[in-house]
């Protein structure tokens, strides 16, 4: 994990252990000011779901792309975290362009679509089928603050979905998991922020099935191998032998 602090001159704090503490007691991982968050303000946690945020009881509420939680939240990529008045941006160590793209044949294209988890828009789906814009320049407005004007768009490129922005904001950039991108190649579960606006890419078909290994062809079976060595079946017809003579002998000296 990598943690920016948009507009302050500290420094990216980075971070690869499973558990995270923030407060403001020299115990923690991130130290922050005391007029920001109480002694030990709350836990990042990595697991199977990504990165689990628990306020601890003696911390205050705490903000997530603007909106309170006071308990528990799933973080992901590119979500603003507010502590105090102090923002902390989540990223990933690695930038987009690491990330290898995912390619589909053009009769295999899936539905796609943008979700909006926080903004103005929040709640809303945003379907795309060749091209979606966004923006001062697209169909679909997007607000930013102070005026500030800023346009994308989503399209299909040699069969990977791209997103690049045709309008550039200095003060707010385009961020694809909270790195600053002027262009990069889309995933299913990727956050593409714009300044308060948060968007994750939905499309679940988008991802390539994982290929399943043929199984070895068995070898004819035959039913006699099921049985014990050979040499077992003579032993049990002496043994029957034995039995039979030895009855027939009980039998001949009572009578």
Known sequence: MRIEFPNSAREDFH??????????APDNDLILAAQQASAHHLRIQADRRGWVMQVLPEGGR????ARPVREKALLRPGDILSVGDCRMLLRAEEGPAHSLPVTVPAEGRCTVALRAVAGPLSGRVLSLQDRLELGSLGRMPLE????EAASLAIFWRQGQLWLEAEQVS????LRVNGVAVTQA????????????HRFVVDAPGLEPEPELASPEPAAEHLPEE???P??????L????????LGIAVVLLVRF
Request: hydrophobic share 50%; proline share 8%; net charge neutral.
């Open 15 to 24: 971070w690869d252990a499973p558990v995270m503490r923030i407060g403001s």
């Open 185 to 196: 190649a889309l995933r299913p579960g990727d956050q593409v922020g714009l300044g308060m």
């Open 144 to 147: 930013l603050p102070q005026g």
């Open 170 to 173: 200095v003060r707010y950039p």
């Open 62 to 65: 705490v903000y997530v792309n």
């Open 230 to 235: 050979r040499g077992e079946v003579w032993w």
């Open 237 to 244: 017809i002496a043994t029957a032998a034995v039995l039979a």
């Open 226 to 228: 099921d049985a014990g």
